[in-house]
T-cell receptor, first 114, second 110 residues
Framework: NAGVTQTPKFQVLKTGQSMTLQCAQD?????MYWYRQDPGMGLRLIYY???????DKGEVPNGYNVSRLNKREFSLRLESAAPSQTSVYFC?????????????FGQGTRLTVV | EDQVTQSPEALRLQEGESSSLNCSYT??????LFWYRQDPGKGPEFLFT???AGEEKEKERLKATLTKKESFLHITAPKPEDSATYLC???????????FGKGTRLSVIA
């Protein structure tokens, strides 16, 4: 049982380059999330998808776009990377629309923008 | 606005020295309070969910409690393997996403 799988695990980008972070979950969860984690800032929500076909902005959405490809997959795109987007990115999923339940996290993508 | 504040930011304990981590919250109707453990280079791992004031949950050396304004994570006789960052998060009513605190970094020295 894989849970939440993120790819890639590590990435180095040059300023202005674009990339897509991939996330897939195999728990049949309705809701999926993208967070970023920076030293001293905790986990901050970038975007989330409460259910297939919907997406909403979180606390720090600027510079990012998302796509809920299907119930399993939720991708995060950086169109023109900036050094301020250097961070560790976590994808998570849960079924909170149905009941109060914990979120499951992936192992993270460590992104460096130079 | 929903907010979560964790204290202390960092805590260093000797093996066997019990202590508590604090999570204070303000939320528009609490649906659930969550504790997670995060090891370096890993994603957060779920520990507990608390739903209402007065509730307690235990797992090995960890015990989580909840009041109307805060939650405590009590660590009894900690071991070096308990070293990690502990995160607290709340979910408000209305099916909103989790709001996380900044975490407490715990180091247990043998």
């Amino acid at each position: 049982n894989a849970g939440v799988t993120q790819t890639p695990k590590f990435q180095v980008l040059k300023t202005g380059q674009s990339m897509t972070l991939q996330c897939a979950q195999d728990m049949n969860h309705n809701s999926m999330y993208w967070y970023r984690q920076d030293p001293g800032m905790g986990l901050r929500l970038i975007y989330y998808s409460a259910s297939e076909g919907t997406t909403d902005k979180g606390e720090v959405p600027n510079g990012y776009n998302v796509s809920r490809l299907n119930k399993r997959e939720f991708s995060l795109r950086l169109e023109s990377a900036a050094p301020s987007q250097t961070s560790v990115y976590f994808c998570a999923s849960d079924d909170r629309a149905q009941r109060v339940t914990e979120a499951f996290f992936g192992q993270g993508t460590r992104l460096t923008v130079v | 606005e929903d907010q979560v504040t964790q204290s202390p930011e960092a805590l260093r304990l000797q093996e066997g020295e019990s202590s508590s981590l604090n999570c204070s919250y303000t939320v528009s109707g609490l649906r659930g309070l969550f504790w997670y453990r995060q090891d370096p280079g890993k994603g957060p791992e779920f520990l507990f969910t608390l739903y209402s004031a007065g509730e307690e949950k235990e797992k090995e050396r960890l015990k989580a409690t909840l009041t109307k304004k805060e939650s405590f994570l009590h660590i009894t006789a900690p071991k070096p393997e308990d070293s990690a960052t502990y995160l607290c998060a709340v979910q408000a009513r209305g099916n909103t996403p989790l709001v996380f605190g900044k975490g407490t970094r715990l180091s247990v020295i043998a």
